[in-house]
């Protein structure tokens, strides 16, 4: 029987570029949903790094699990359990914790609640769920045409309702008592920016997994912020580094006979390692701070 | 104000330039990567599945290919996504050669029933997929287990589908496969009669399973299942079970109410190696299963295997 690549030493099956040509038109679908999905990540991770969302992104991804859960409990769709999971949970977060000293606590209360909840649907469901959840979680190498198409609506809400926000949003999440003292509804924002970050993040669980959302939505505003404060900087590099990881990723681990995902991580994180090493750099040899820009761009 | 990191913009890039420099650290790992990278796509291809003759089929795991190979003999070419013991079909992540080996396939065996749902997010991710045989729904149990490769009867149903499907793909060779499948399902036969003994022997024989994997061998050898069942379905939903359900199962053994365990090698965990620790301090041999093939062994050897071991702990 042939195995798949099983007698190939491992170093072997990290690197491969044999029938090249006939792999890359298998993926275009992939790079598409991974062009969207970083455009979506670089953007939305700025205002993750600005209000200190980290935790919030992996919160959201985690309770579409137990919104799915539930809606086995409830026999209504897994798939529209988890959307909704997504949803509720990045809504709570943003009505309880809009203010930034708040917002991790609330995660770390809101997590373990949802996630026990989660746990509890599973025990009360009277058949088997192992064998429910297979389809929740996305593959990056096969998106069809559908999840193509939802992945474009989504990124067309998430982007346009950035950019409709973008102004206030940033001003509310850099310095939310002057905002809130100039009238700015800060609250209001917060939970505008979480509801679309739990579409945005509720969706492209399904199209390309857990794992890569995090890297996609995180990592590259992270590093874009070590070697810039720039407010059109940061959010122009954010994106650049999501697209080089996420298509590199894609390009480099095509051959592979391994998951994609390690490449694309792998990617973004030694894209952040450099990021860091340029910023002490800088910092070391005279790195003069400017007075917060993002700041003085919106007051000025 | 325009800023200055216009050159930051390539920031990943001009670290191939930094090997060797004094302040090397990030240069060290881009010089390793710069000269992974090369190396290894330099070296000797991995074989790439159906080219080496043969109609190309797919199989899930390498149980179902193993039983394609048994039916489609050198005729056809297997490739199986899941063959080692480590993974697991319920959350398993696809890799582009996996795509392509569907691509190419002329038929795909899946198990079906939300086993591997993976293969169908793939097969929707190509234009025109090749055609599917599920398993789950040959079987046609009316359960919602999916581990139908325990059931004995369904195998021999899932290998006369893939026999009837070979011969419309590959018409000359039609006689071929239905005679490689008549010899197949004489031996899986040969098992169920095997496991009828077990049945007049020892039927009603109470054993202990960790997981629901072993279900449809047990129904056929007449054993009962005493495990709770929201031990098993806490461990196949990797949470955890309940403090009590977790005692009434340990107790299954220290009360010697059951003659066997019944053990799924695949997944284990902290709750099923206490079980297990459990049966073997009572003295109550463990009968070992899995969701993959052993390697080196056929479909038949391998429940030959399981059903000799389950014979002699039930029969003791």
């Not at chain 1, 992945?151 to 949003?169: K, N, Q, Y």
């Not at chain 1, 009238?183 to 890569?212: C, D, K, N, Y």
């Not at chain 2, 003759?53 to 056809?76: C, D, E, H, K, P």
Request: with cysteine; net charge neutral; aromatic share 6%.
């Amino acid at each position: 029987m042939l195995a798949l690549a099983t007698d190939v030493p491992w170093w072997q099956r990290i690197v491969d570029f044999s029938s090249y040509g006939e792999l890359l038109p298998l993926v275009r679908n992939s790079l598409i949903a991974g062009v969207l999905l970083a455009l979506v990540g670089g953007l939305v991770g700025v205002f993750v790094m600005q209000r200190d969302l980290a935790f919030a992104v992996h919160g959201v991804s985690e309770l579409s699990f137990a919104g799915a859960s539930a809606a086995l409990l409830l026999s209504i769709d897994v798939t529209l359990g988890a959307i909704i999971g997504s949803l509720v949970a990045a809504m709570a977060i943003g009505f309880l914790g809009s203010r930034a000293r708040d917002r991790n606590s609330i995660i770390g209360v809101l997590m373990p609640f949802g996630l026990g909840l989660g746990v509890l649907a599973l025990a009360l469901y009277p058949g088997r769920a192992a064998n429910k959840f297979g389809l929740l979680t996305g593959q990056i190498v096969a998106v069809d045409d559908a999840r193509v198409g939802a992945m474009a609506a989504i990124t067309v809400v998430v982007v346009g309702g950035l950019l409709f926000v973008w102004r206030p949003l940033t001003f509310a999440s850099v310095d939310p008592e002057v905002a809130a003292a100039r009238g700015v509804p800060t609250r209001a924002l917060s939970f505008a920016f979480m509801l679309l970050l739990g579409l945005a993040v509720a969706m492209a669980v399904q199209v390309v997994g857990a794992l890569l959302v995090l890297s996609l939505l995180i990592t590259p505003a992270a590093a874009a912020t070590r070697i810039s404060a720039s407010p059109v900087w940061v959010p122009v590099l954010a994106v650049i580094f999501a697209e080089v990881s996420a298509i590199g990723g894609i390009l480099l681990a095509l051959g592979a006979s391994v998951p994609i995902s390690p490449y694309i991580t792998t990617i973004s994180f030694v894209i952040y390692l450099v990021c860091r090493w340029l910023g002490r750099r800088r910092r070391q040899h005279g790195w003069v701070r400017r007075p917060s820009a993002v700041a003085g761009a919106v007051v000025g | 104000m325009p800023p200055r990191p216009v050159s930051t913009a390539h920031a990943p890039r001009p670290t191939r330039f930094r090997i060797g420099r004094r302040r090397g650290r990030v240069g060290v790992v881009a010089a390793l990567v710069g000269l992974v990278v090369p190396l290894a796509a330099a070296c000797s291809p991995a074989p790439t599945p159906g080219e080496t003759g043969g109609l190309a089929v797919v199989a899930s795991t390498n149980v179902w290919g193993n039983i394609v190979n048994q039916v489609g003999g050198s005729l056809v070419s297997v490739t199986s996504f899941i063959d080692s013991p480590s993974a697991d079909p319920h959350s398993y992540e696809a890799n582009a050669r996996n795509q392509l080996a569907l691509k190419k396939a002329v038929l795909v065996v899946a198990n079906g029933g939300g086993y591997d749902d993976f293969v169908d997010t793939m097969l929707a991710g190509l234009g025109s997929p090749p055609p599917v045989l599920h398993a789950f729904a040959i079987a046609n149990t009316g359960k919602d287990n999916e581990h139908v490769w325990y059931d004995l009867p369904a195998v021999r149903a899932v290998a006369d589908q893939i026999a009837i499907k070979l011969g419309t793909i590959d018409p000359g060779n039609a006689a071929t496969f239905t005679a490689n499948a008549k010899t197949f399902d004489g031996q899986v036969t040969d098992l169920e009669r095997q496991v009828a003994d077990i049945k007049q022997l020892a039927g009603g024989s109470a054993v202990a399973v960790t997981e629901s994997v072993p279900q449809y061998l047990l129904d056929l050898a007449g054993l009962k299942n005493l495990t709770p069942p929201e031990f098993s379905a806490a461990i196949e939903n990797e949470t955890d079970v309940p403090p009590a359900v977790l005692a009434s199962t340990l107790a299954l053994f220290s009360s010697h109410s059951v003659r066997a365990l019944v053990y799924n090698e695949q997944t284990t965990g902290p709750q099923t190696q206490a079980v297990q620790a459990a049966a073997k301090a009572a003295g109550i041999p463990v009968v070992t299963v899995s969701e993959t093939l052993p390697a080196g062994i056929g479909y038949v050897e391998w429940m030959q295997r399981t059903i000799t071991a389950l014979h002699e702990a039930v029969t003791r």
